[in-house]
């Protein structure tokens, strides 16, 4: 019989220490590629979080152009001003249109904490009818920046986290603190005139998507047109 070792070897395979080591080795590059997708996923997640917080913080922005493009400057109402910024909340008093309908809703921006963080928030009330539901969305809205309610909070929006927020206004021809910013009282009436423009400056914590400041002017609209 003619056959010699390295056929009796090829016909025997894999000896147990190969299959063994080969095991191994898979189980090395399994690993490998487990942690390399496993990492993938999480800059995936950290990137779509970081995505959203920055579109969620620039649909905010626009939010507030919006807001204040459409205040309306003659409520008439005792106690409210078409704006007003008391430290802590900014309110105003602004039009919607749905359906094909003008509505008006006490809109009002503030700073709280939420879910451990400090965020800029959003808050927009019913849509109001009468000078006392008016009345009654404007003592809300203070009420919502001190200790909302949980019907509140269903009302509110979180924008971005935030260390601080700032409002200037802009009245004869200078920015100013708008709390030191002396009030000019429309004649006839006890409400104050709108300022000429708001500044918003927003101090964005490290770590975010987007740091440090952030400033925005608006100018009302009727600046330099139709105004006397």
């Not at 451990?116 to 009818?129: E, F, I, M, N």
């Not at 969305?137 to 920046?145: D, F, L, P, R």
């Not at 002396?182 to 964005?204: C, H, S």
Request: with cysteine; proline share 4%; hydrophobic share 40%.
């Amino acid at each position: 019989m003619n056959c010699n070792k390295n056929t009796l070897r090829s016909d025997a395979g894999f000896t147990l220490i190969e299959l063994m080591i080969a095991i191994a080795v898979m189980a090395i590059l399994a690993l490998l590629s487990w942690r390399s997708l496993d990492n993938m996923s999480q800059m995936q997640t950290q990137m779509q979080s970081k995505t959203d917080n920055v579109m969620t913080l620039q649909a905010g922005l626009a939010q507030w152009q919006v807001d204040l493009d459409m205040i309306w400057e003659v409520p008439q109402i005792p106690n409210i001003n078409p704006m007003d910024f008391d430290g802590q909340v900014l309110r105003l008093v602004r039009r919607f249109t749905e359906n094909n309908t003008e509505i008006i809703r006490v809109v009002a921006w503030s700073q709280r904490e939420k879910n451990g963080k400090q965020q800029w928030l959003r808050w927009q009330s019913d849509p109001v009818k009468t000078r006392s539901s008016m009345l009654a969305a404007w003592q809300q809205a203070t009420q919502w920046a001190q200790s909302p309610s949980e019907t509140d909070k269903a009302h509110e929006v979180a924008i971005a986290t935030v260390d601080q927020w700032q409002i200037f206004y802009y009245r004869n021809d200078t920015w100013s603190n708008s709390l030191s910013s002396a009030d000019t009282v429309t004649p006839g009436t006890k409400q104050a005139e709108l300022p000429d423009g708001v500044r918003l400056i927003l101090t964005l914590p490290e770590g975010e998507p987007i740091q440090g400041k952030i400033t925005r002017d608006w100018l009302r609209p009727t600046l330099g047109g139709g105004k006397s």
